[in-house]
């Protein structure tokens, strides 16, 4: 027994010591926690568990014959993250991702055409627009900083409770047997008391499944939290007062896309929808060119979404390329043969 004990205390021990390193954990866990979508990790609802697919290598459009090589830089979310999209799905010839919490040192090769796509989905573009962006440095060269982080900033990110739980989570109870048990226990209180996990939000009667920043929250995430005009006015100020600061480091061309949060476009009647996404790109000051799905995602409903995800399906995401390399294309037959 004494012998046991001491088995116990040690596998205790390592386990919490693994729970304190990100790279321990991540590396030791038995598997992806978000192989059957992200609102799937947070409800454990079994209607909700969508096995990740891999989407079919997509068609780029023909680069127009005679037109200056192409450099695009994306400063984007999870949308737009290197698991979902890269290089080979643009008509570019340089390609840089940035995400919104990276900050790029740049300076633009004058022999190509620099084109910057900031890509956001609607939940955060309140915030990421609450002032111009200051993700772009001029330079002298272009380059993605390091981040080197401090001793003791590491040692609070080990110990923050939130991260130390998910990391615990991912290690221990994200395997498929674990998540049996969990299905029971959440299928249970939605069937019997209407309950499910608070990150999450059940619409359209319970047939789809959205984040709860979406729905909820009384702040500026929502799709139907309101918004003033003169709110409105600053987001498209500070927009276009982005693109000029982009201009004046040497970009030819800056593209908007906004991504809508997967409840306005299966559930904008949820509650009053705030049509942000559209009162920006009608914005009578709005300058800079956009590139706009949400009209498109709602013809196509539920097969613009995945059903256990808040990301897009690859109909989604090959339709939202479609129009940016078009885009692009009508920018450099612009450049060749300009009005």
């Known amino acids: 027994m004494k012998f046991l004990k001491y088995i116990f205390l040690f596998l205790a021990v390592a386990i919490w010591i693994v729970s304190m390193s990100p790279k321990w954990s991540s590396q030791l866990a038995a598997s992806d926690s978000y192989r059957y979508g992200d609102l799937y990790r947070l409800s454990n609802l079994s209607e909700f568990k969508d096995p990740r697919k891999e989407c079919k290598a997509y068609q780029v459009p023909q680069h127009p014959k005679f037109a200056k090589k192409v450099h695009l830089y994306v400063i984007g979310d999870s949308f737009t993250e290197k698991e979902r999209i890269g290089k080979k799905d643009f008509v570019a010839d340089e390609y840089t991702y940035v995400h919104w919490s990276e900050v790029l040192h740049i300076k633009p090769d004058t022999a190509l055409t620099n084109i910057l796509l900031l890509e956001c989905v609607e939940r955060h573009v309140r915030e990421k627009f609450s002032a111009p962006i200051k993700n772009l440095v001029p330079?002298?060269?272009?380059?993605?900083?390091?981040?080197?982080?401090?001793?003791?900033?590491?040692?609070?990110?080990?110990?923050?409770?939130?991260?130390?739980?998910?990391?615990?989570?991912?290690?221990?109870?994200?395997?498929?047997?674990?998540?049996?048990?969990?299905?029971?226990?959440?299928?249970?209180?939605?069937?019997?008391?209407?309950?499910?996990?608070?990150?999450?939000?059940?619409?359209?009667?319970?047939?789809?499944?959205?984040?709860?920043?979406?729905?909820?929250?009384?702040?500026?995430?929502?799709?139907?939290?309101?918004?003033?005009?003169?709110?409105?006015?600053?987001?498209?100020?500070?927009?276009?007062?982005?693109?000029?600061?982009?201009?004046?480091?040497?970009?030819?061309?800056?593209?908007?896309?906004?991504?809508?949060?997967?409840?306005?476009?299966?559930?904008?009647?949820?509650?009053?929808?705030?049509?942000?996404?559209?009162?920006?790109?009608?914005?009578?000051?709005?300058?800079?060119?956009?590139?706009?799905?949400?009209?498109?995602?709602?013809?196509?409903?539920?097969?613009?979404?995945?059903?256990?995800?808040?990301?897009?399906?690859?109909?989604?995401?090959?339709?939202?390329?479609?129009?940016?390399?078009?885009?692009?294309?009508?920018?450099?037959?612009?450049?060749?043969?300009?009005?």
């Open 139 to 339: 330079d002298s060269a272009t380059f993605k900083p390091k981040n080197a982080k401090l001793f003791m900033t590491e040692l609070d990110d080990a110990f923050q409770s939130k991260k130390a739980e998910n990391r615990l989570d991912e290690l221990l109870f994200q395997n498929d047997f674990i998540l049996g048990l969990k299905e029971l226990k959440s299928d249970f209180n939605y069937k019997v008391f209407g309950r499910t996990n608070k990150e999450v939000t059940a619409i359209n009667d319970g047939k789809d499944l959205v984040y709860y920043m979406d729905t909820d929250t009384p702040e500026t995430t929502s799709s139907f939290s309101k918004i003033q005009n003169s709110a409105l006015d600053s987001i498209v100020d500070n927009i276009n007062q982005t693109e000029q600061n982009a201009l004046k480091m040497g970009f030819d061309h800056v593209l908007l896309s906004i991504i809508p949060n997967k409840v306005s476009v299966l559930a904008p009647t949820y509650d009053v929808y705030n049509h942000l996404i559209d009162r920006i790109y009608a914005h009578p000051n709005l300058h800079l060119q956009h590139v706009d799905v949400y009209e498109d995602f709602k013809k196509m409903s539920n097969k613009s979404y995945l059903k256990g995800d808040s990301h897009w399906t690859c109909e989604g995401q090959y339709l939202w390329l479609n129009k940016v390399n078009h885009k692009i294309i009508g920018v450099l037959q612009l450049n060749q043969f300009p009005l």
